[in-house]
C-alpha cells in the first residue's frame, strides 16, 4: 500500500448531502470533548476536504485546518462537530495556507505525515473496503 493510499482516509469523511459546506459556523470538539473553535470555511474538493476552523485565543492569529477524515460526529441540531485528535495534537499539527497550489499540496504532504498514526473515525467507509 503506497504512502497515498494509506492517508487516503485522512482526507474524506462520510457526511451524505449536504457535504462540508453544512458545517459552516457548527463548533468543533476534539475527542475529550472540549471547544476546539468554529468552522470558518470548508475546502471540499474532489480530492480532499478540510475544514477551516477559528480556534479564537487559545491559538491567536492562526487558524486550524483539521482534515475532513478526523471528523468522527456531525450533530447538524446541535451545530457540533467532533474530531478525533485532542487539542494538543491539533495544534502541534502543520500550519494551513491557500496561498497557492503549492502551498495547499505542501500542506497536505505534511499533514498525512503528521496525521498518519491518528485512529480513523469508525465505522467509516474506509474500514469497510
Known amino acids: 500500500m503506497s504512502d497515498t493510499a494509506a492517508t487516503e482516509w485522512l482526507w ?3 457526511l451524505e448531502d ?12 476534539d475527542s475529550d470533548g472540549r471547544r476546539l473553535g ?3 470555511r470548508t475546502v471540499d474538493h474532489p480530492e480532499y476536504g478540510l475544514l477551516v476552523v477559528n480556534t479564537g ?3 491567536f492569529g492562526r487558524l486550524l485546518a483539521v482534515p475532513a477524515g478526523l471528523v468522527s460526529d ?8 467532533r474530531v478525533t ?3 494538543r495534537r491539533l495544534k502541534r499539527g502543520p500550519a494551513y495556507r491557500a496561498d497557492s497550489p503549492e502551498a495547499v ?5 505534511r499533514a498525512a505525515t503528521y496525521f498518519a498514526r491518528t485512529r480513523r473515525p469508525t465505522g467509516s467507509r474506509h474500514d469497510r473496503a
Open 12 to 14: 474524506h469523511t462520510d
Open 18 to 29: 449536504p457535504g462540508l459546506g453544512s458545517l459552516v459556523g457548527h463548533t468543533v470538539r
Open 38 to 40: 468554529t468552522v470558518l
Open 57 to 59: 485565543p487559545w491559538i
Open 74 to 81: 456531525v450533530d447538524h441540531e446541535a451545530g457540533s462537530v
Open 85 to 87: 485528535c485532542d487539542r
Open 105 to 109: 499540496e505542501n500542506y497536505r504532504a
